[in-house]
Every structure is written in structure tokens, then in C-alpha cells.
């Protein structure tokens, strides 16, 4: 169960109990017409399928809040479907199943560090850095000559994600690679 809260004291990125599940505000905007009273207009973001909602609130109404604690946990390795963390503080193992992981699976190498969201010990989200430094397993060899400028070549890396990078990029090489998005940033 989570902690009352008035529909006031909203705040971006406060997380939500409500009947259809954990929902993040995104935004919300108190509105206060002439006649009838005050209200709160949200957008949430499921955090199971990340969909968007618009929900409207009355002023002062109350609605449970979900208290979220954040554990930075080191990646130690994979297990079938699932991913096993370390709690970098009490050493306690965890596992976590690649669907709740999303996209962040693909640039988790054994050893890493990520942020673990969790809500009654159970892992509501995962939050890798901003850019993480990966190495090309493979790629086809840059051509002499070849040069045209923004010119992009596939390369898979060793977590086994492909990605487009430039053609100077060279099998063996270690690139950063922007998590939010999956592009290539820069050599590392």
C-alpha cells in the first residue's frame, strides 16, 4: 500500500499506486477556473508498458503514492531469460527478467553498473548511464578511399546489439554508445 498524498503536492516524476497499476507523472498542471472548484491535469506514464495517460484530479483529492527506492546494483551475469544483480551495498543477489530490463538489456555488459528501481522488492525499472562503452565485435573493414562523408556501416557489438557506426570504425575498437537512443557517439 502506498503513502496518501493530496493531488497538491504533485511533483514531476512522483510515482503512483492506482488501481491499474505504477504510474510516473510526466506533468501536471493545477488549474483553478472561475466557477467550481480547483483541479490537477496529469499525464502518467505507466511503468510496466510505459503507455501515457491523461487522469484529472480533484483539488485535494487524495491518491496513493508509491515510495520507490533506487539501489545502484552491479551486473554480474545471465542466467536463461533472467539477469543476476549484486546490491553494491549488502552484497544481496537479485534476478531480474530481461522483459523488465527492456531495451537496457542490450547494452549491459558483466560488471556494470545500473540503478535498480524497486517498490515492495520488486523491480519497477532499470536506469543505465547516459552513454556506456562498448566494444565492435564485428564489422566489415573500412575501404581505402571510401570516404563519404557520414557514411555508416553496420557493427555488431558484444552484447550482440547492431548498430550503424562510421566507416573509420574498426573491428576490436571501443566505441560510447548512447543508451536513450542506441546510436553511436563516439571511439572511447
Not at 57 to 74: F, L, N, S, T, W
Not at 96 to 121: H, R, W
Request: hydrophobic letters at 40%; zero cysteines; aromatic letters at 8%.
Amino acid at each position: 500500500m502506498g503513502v496518501p498524498t493530496s493531488s497538491n503536492d504533485f511533483k514531476n516524476g512522483m510515482t503512483l499506486e492506482l488501481p491499474d497499476g505504477l504510474f510516473s507523472i510526466v506533468e501536471f498542471q493545477h488549474v483553478k477556473p472561475g466557477k467550481g472548484g480547483a483541479f490537477v491535469r496529469t499525464k502518467l506514464k505507466n511503468l510496466k508498458t510505459g503507455a501515457v495517460i491523461d487522469r484529472t484530479y480533484r483539488g485535494d483529492e487524495k491518491v496513493d503514492q508509491a515510495i520507490i527506492e533506487k539501489r545502484d546494483m552491479q551486473f554480474l551475469y545471465r542466467e536463461a531469460a533472467d539477469y543476476i544483480f549484486m546490491d553494491n551495498l549488502s552484497y544481496d543477489q537479485i534476478q531480474v527478467p530481461s522483459i523488465q530490463l527492456g531495451l537496457a538489456a542490450q547494452f549491459l555488459k558483466e560488471g556494470d553498473t545500473a540503478s535498480i528501481s524497486m517498490y515492495n522488492d520488486v523491480v519497477v525499472g532499470v536506469e543505465l548511464p547516459a552513454a556506456v562503452e562498448l566494444t565492435v565485435a564485428i564489422t566489415e573493414p573500412g575501404i581505402q578511399g571510401d570516404r563519404v562523408s557520414g557514411a555508416r556501416k553496420p557493427a555488431t557489438l558484444e552484447t550482440g546489439i547492431v548498430l550503424q557506426v562510421p566507416l573509420f570504425i574498426e573491428q576490436g575498437e571501443r566505441i560510447k554508445v548512447d543508451t536513450r537512443t542506441g546510436e553511436y557517439i563516439t571511439r572511447a
